[in-house]
């Protein structure tokens, strides 16, 4: 199964801040990657898909880059409401994996 | 508008069996991948089960041999049969809906989860 390696696992940032969150795969996956952001209490929300692709109704300060093994999930200006556990996940081969997640807190 | 309500989770002994449902409004769960999704409590996400709209069907590991992922066209719901349940099994599930026919690329919507306890 493809490992997916999320770093770092929390994050403390102010609002404002710009954040990176990095996902390593343990083998190429091409670009079959997505981001999602999890709330407590809540469902996923999809943010990005096929690596680099905006999910539609998503706020563009949301961007993902990479291919390969490599991806960063980047939001540009964080927000109180931004405040959430992001995951990554593969679509390149069953069985789909998921990143460990990333907890990005308030500073 | 697409709506997706999981139900059937609840408490059930270690070795038991359990069947939950969910229920789509909005569009046609046949003409989609449809995906089963489990967090345990305090954990990360789990991927469990997909099933496409051509009826092929994968599983994660942990729970080949014992779950089952299908559809009930008739109701427009998707289900999964767990059998032989474990106290690992224990978790919040959640269905989710790929939006294409013919690949997945992430999972742009998703049910409430229903929370299934296993213990003795």
């Known amino acids: 199964a493809i490992q997916l390696t999320q770093s770092p696992s929390s994050l403390s940032a102010s609002v404002g801040d710009r954040v990176t969150i990095s996902c390593r795969a343990s083998q190429d996956i091409g670009s079959a990657l997505a981001w999602y952001q999890q709330k407590p209490g809540k469902a996923p929300k999809l943010l990005i898909y096929?690596?680099?692709s905006l999910q539609s109704g998503v706020p563009s300060k949301f961007s993902g880059s990479g291919s390969g093994t490599d991806f960063t999930l980047t939001i540009s200006s964080l927000q109180p409401e931004d405040f959430a556990t992001y995951y990554c996940?593969?679509?390149?081969?069953?069985?789909?994996?998921f990143g460990g997640g990333t907890k990005v807190e308030i500073k | 508008e697409v709506q997706l309500v999981e139900s059937g989770g609840g408490l059930v002994q270690i070795g038991g069996s359990l069947r939950l449902s969910c229920a789509a409004s909005?569009?046609?769960?046949?003409?989609?991948?449809m995906t089963w999704v489990r967090q345990a409590p305090g954990k990360g996400l789990e991927w469990v089960s997909i099933?496409?709209?051509?009826?092929?069907?994968y599983y994660a590991d942990s729970v080949k041999g014992r779950f089952t992922i299908s559809r009930d066209d008739s109701k427009n719901t998707l289900l999964l049969q767990m059998n032989s349940l474990r106290a690992e099994d224990t978790a919040v599930y959640y269905c989710a809906r790929s939006p294409n026919w013919n690949y997945v690329s992430g999972f742009d919507y998703w049910g409430q989860g229903t929370l299934l306890t296993v213990s003795s």
């Open positions: 099933i496409y709209s051509g009826g092929s069907t």
């Open positions: 996940q593969q679509f390149n081969s069953y069985p789909l994996t």
């Open positions: 909005g569009f046609t769960v046949s003409s989609n991948y």
């Open positions: 096929d690596a680099s």
